[in-house]
C-alpha cells in the first residue's frame, strides 16, 4: 500500500480533493502542476511548462491538460473536470475515479462500467517531456480511448483569451502531430506509443475558472485552445504511453523511456523519503548553470533562499558537487559584496543586506559537516573577505555602514532589505531597518568563523585587521538589543527607538555557532519566549499574537496577503535554527520535544502540496497553508531539523 493515500470518498469529494496539489519538476526548469485528480484550479495548473526564450525569457505554460474519453459500444464516458461560471463543473470525470497513489508513480484508476484505466503521469528529468501511461486493467468489449489537449502558450502568470492570432496549422509526425499556437514559440510535439488517429477540429474552450485564482484576487477566467482530437484501440492488459515535449520523441521508446524515470525516483514510501523526493525538484540546470529554485512554481532563484537551503538540499543529500557548482554561480553573480536577491532575464536585483552573510553560514555549515576547512579556504576564503571588507567600508545602494559600535545598520525607513520584505503600495509591511537583529548575529558569526579560518591557515594580515571587531561587537549587540524589563531581544533598533514587538529573528543569536549572547539564562529567556508566543505546529509565527499588527490568517487579495505575511504567518524554515537554539539550552532532555515538532510536519505531505512542504501557514489554528505550495527553504530546513535530531542521538 503507498505511504500517501487517499480513497475514493476523498478523491470524489471536491472540496477536499481540489485542496491537494501536485507538483514535479524535470530539473532543468519545468515543471507539471495540477490537483489530486487532475483539475486545474490556478492558472499555474499544467501539463507542461518550461522556459521559453520568446516573448520575455520567462517560464510559459504550454499544455494545459489532456482531456481523456473511454469510449464503448458507441458510448462516451469524459474523464476529464473543468469548472465554468456559475459553478458548473464539466464533465465530471472525477466520479470515475476509483484510486490514487504515490508508488511507485503518481496514478489514478478509473472504473467506467466494466473498464478499469489506470492513468500514471511523470516528467522527464532533464527534458521539457510529461508522459503519461494509460493501462487498461479491465474491459469485457472493444475499448478506444479519445485524448483533447488544451493549449494555453502563455506566460504562467497570465491568462489565454480567445483570439484571432493563434495559429491553427498543423504537421503530422510519427504517432502525432506539431503544432504551436503562435510564432515564435516552441513546437509542441503531441504523440504516442502506438499509431492514433488524429481529427483536426480548432476550437476554443471558453471560460474555465480557476478558483484558487479568484480567492487570491486575481483574474480568473481562462480560454484554451483544443486543436482536435486523437483516438487510439486499447486491449485489456496493453499500456499506452501519451508523450507531449517541446522535441519529437521515438515512439517505440516511450513505454520503455516511461518505466526507466519512474525506476529512477526515490520513492515517497515515508516522511524521509517524500521530503529527500521533493528537495531534489529545487535544485535546477538552466543554461549550464546550477541553480535552487526558491519555491515551486512561481519564484525563481533567489540568493538568500539558496543559501539558507544548500545545507539541508545538498549537504545532507551528500551532493557536494551541486553545494560547490551552486555556490560558484552565485559568485559569478555578485556585485561587489552582494549577491541578486531575484534574478530576471533583463536585471539581477541587488536588495538583500543578508544574503552574504548568509553565504558565510553555509560555507560554515560545509566546514562543520565535511572538515575540509583547507578546502573552503581555498575556494571561498576571497569571497568571505570581499564581503566583510564591503560590509566594513558600508555599501551605499543599501544604506549599509558599520559604525564605530562595530554593528552594521541597514536600511532607511522605505527600504525592506530583509527576509520580511513585503511591501504594499510601494511600502515595506515591516520596514525593519537601522541595527536588524539577524543581520547583525549573522555578522557576528560571520566574522568570529572567518577568524578560525584566517588564523588555521595563517592569513595574519586578515586575523590582525579584524581580532578586536568581536568583542566590541558582542559588547554593542547586549547594549543594543538586549532589554531586561522585556527578558528578549528588540528586532530592530533605529533613530525612532527600539522595537520589541516579539518576532522569531532574534532566534538567531541563539542558534548560530558563535553568537554574541554569551549567556546561557539570557538565551533561554529568549527561547522560552519564542517557545510561548511564537512557535506552532507548522513553524514559528513571524509576529507574536499579542501584538496589535498581528494577522492571524493568510488569505485575500495580494494586499491583504502581504500585510499577513510577516505579521503573524508562520514558517517552516525557522525551525531548524529552533531546534538548535533549544537543545543548545536543554540537550537531550528536549530532543523527545524537538522530535515531536518535527513529526508534526509529516500531516501536512499529504495535506496541500503532497509529498512535500508549502512556504508558510496560518498564525491562527488550524495553521491552513499557504504560498507556495512546495519552498525550498521549507523542505531544506525540516531536513536539516532531522539532522540536528539524529546527531544528538548518536
Not at 576547512?373 to 543599501?398: D, H, Q, S, V
Request: include cysteine; proline fraction near 5%.
Amino acid at each position: 500500500m503507498s505511504y500517501i493515500k487517499f480513497d475514493k470518498t476523498q478523491l470524489i469529494n471536491l472540496e477536499y480533493s481540489l485542496d491537494k496539489e501536485i507538483i514535479r519538476s524535470n530539473r532543468s526548469g519545468a515543471y507539471a502542476f495540477t490537483t489530486l485528480i487532475g483539475t486545474n484550479t490556478r492558472k499555474y495548473h499544467c501539463l507542461l511548462a518550461c522556459p521559453v526564450d520568446h516573448p520575455d525569457g520567462g517560464v510559459h505554460l504550454l499544455l494545459s491538460a489532456l482531456d481523456e474519453t473511454v469510449i464503448q459500444h458507441g458510448a462516451s464516458f469524459n474523464l476529464g473536470l473543468h469548472k465554468y461560471p456559475g459553478g458548473i463543473y464539466e464533465p465530471k470525470g472525477h466520479k470515475y475515479i476509483r484510486d490514487f497513489g504515490t508508488e511507485p508513480n503518481i496514478s489514478l484508476v478509473y472504473r467506467v462500467g466494466g473498464v478499469v484505466l489506470e492513468k500514471e503521469m511523470v516528467l522527464i528529468t532533464g527534458k521539457e517531456q510529461i508522459l503519461i501511461r494509460y493501462t487498461l486493467l479491465e474491459a469485457h468489449s472493444p475499448t478506444t480511448l479519445q485524448f483533447r489537449p488544451f493549449l494555453a502558450y502563455r506566460n504562467i502568470h497570465s491568462l489565454s483569451k480567445a483570439n484571432l492570432d493563434v495559429s491553427t496549422k498543423y504537421q503530422k509526425i510519427k504517432n502525432g502531430i506539431r503544432i504551436r499556437m503562435y510564432d515564435g514559440y516552441p513546437y509542441l510535439y503531441l504523440q504516442f506509443s502506438k499509431a492514433a488517429e488524429y481529427v483536426h477540429v480548432p476550437s476554443w474552450n471558453r471560460d474555465i475558472e480557476y478558483i484558487q485564482e479568484q480567492r487570491r484576487g486575481y483574474e480568473y477566467n481562462e480560454d484554451l485552445f483544443v486543436p482536435g482530437y486523437f483516438e487510439v484501440p486499447i486491449k485489456k492488459g496493453e499500456t499506452i504511453v501519451f508523450s507531449a515535449s517541446t522535441s519529437e520523441a521515438q515512439p517505440t521508446t516511450l513505454k520503455q523511456k516511461a518505466t526507466r524515470e519512474m525506476q529512477g525516483r526515490i520513492p515517497r514510501d515515508n516522511f524521509e523519503n517524500c521530503l529527500i523526493n521533493s528537495a531534489q525538484q529545487f535544485i535546477n540546470t538552466i543554461k549550464n548553470k546550477k541553480i535552487v529554485l526558491a519555491g515551486l512554481p512561481w519564484y525563481s532563484t533567489r540568493a538568500r533562499d539558496t543559501f539558507i537551503s544548500l545545507p539541508g538540499l545538498t549537504l545532507a543529500m551528500n551532493d557536494l558537487d551541486s553545494f560547490h557548482a551552486i555556490l560558484k554561480n552565485c559568485i559569478s553573480s555578485m556585485q561587489g559584496p552582494l549577491f541578486p536577491d531575484a534574478v530576471t532575464q533583463k536585471v539581477n536585483v541587488y536588495t538583500s543586506a543578508d544574503a552574504p552573510l548568509w553565504f558565510i553560514w553555509a560555507i560554515q555549515k560545509y566546514c562543520d559537516q565535511t572538515n575540509d576547512f583547507k578546502g573552503a579556504w581555498e575556494k571561498y576564503g576571497k569571497t568571505i573577505k570581499k564581503i566583510l571588507n564591503g560590509f566594513r567600508a558600508g555599501i551605499i545602494e543599501l544604506n549599509l555602514r558599520t559604525d564605530e559600535n562595530g554593528l552594521v545598520w541597514a536600511g532607511t525607513e522605505d527600504s525592506a532589505y530583509t527576509w520580511m520584505n513585503a511591501h504594499v503600495d510601494g511600502k515595506p509591511v515591516t520596514p525593519r531597518y537601522g541595527y536588524v537583529v539577524e543581520i547583525n548575529a549573522l555578522w557576528y558569526n560571520a566574522i568570529m568563523f572567518t577568524l578560525s579560518l584566517a588564523k588555521m591557515h595563517s592569513d595574519y594580515t586578515f586575523y590582525s585587521a579584524w581580532k578586536e571587531m568581536p568583542p566590541k561587537i558582542g559588547e554593542s549587540f547586549r547594549q543594543t538589543f538586549l532589554n531586561d524589563t522585556y527578558g528578549y531581544l528588540s528586532d530592530c533598533v533605529n533613530e525612532k527607538g527600539a522595537c520589541f514587538c516579539l518576532r522569531p529573528n532574534q532566534l538567531l543569536a541563539a542558534s548560530l555557532f558563535y553568537t554574541p549572547i554569551e549567556d546561557e539564562l539570557t538565551r533561554k529567556g529568549i527561547i522560552d519566549r519564542i517557545e510561548r508566543e511564537l512557535l506552532t505546529q507548522k513553524g514559528l509565527r513571524s509576529l507574536s499574537p499579542n501584538c496589535e499588527e498581528y494577522k492571524g490568517m493568510y488569505e485575500g487579495d495580494h494586499n491583504a496577503r502581504e500585510m499577513a505575511m510577516h505579521q503573524g504567518s508562520a514558517y517552516p524554515w525557522l525551525m531548524a535554527h529552533f531546534a538548535e537554539a533549544y537543545l543548545k539550552i536543554y540537550g537531550m532532555s528536549g530532543i523527545a520535544f524537538i522530535q515531536n515538532l518535527y513529526h508534526q510536519f509529516e500531516e501536512d505531505i499529504r495535506e496541500h502540496g503532497i509529498g512535500t512542504i508549502s512556504e508558510l501557514y496560518d498564525g491562527d489554528p488550524p495553521h491552513k497553508p499557504g504560498g507556495a505550495p512546495s519552498m525550498a527553504m521549507s523542505v531544506a530546513e525540516i531536513i536539516r531539523m532531522k539532522q540536528i535530531i539524529d546527531e544528538y542521538n548518536l
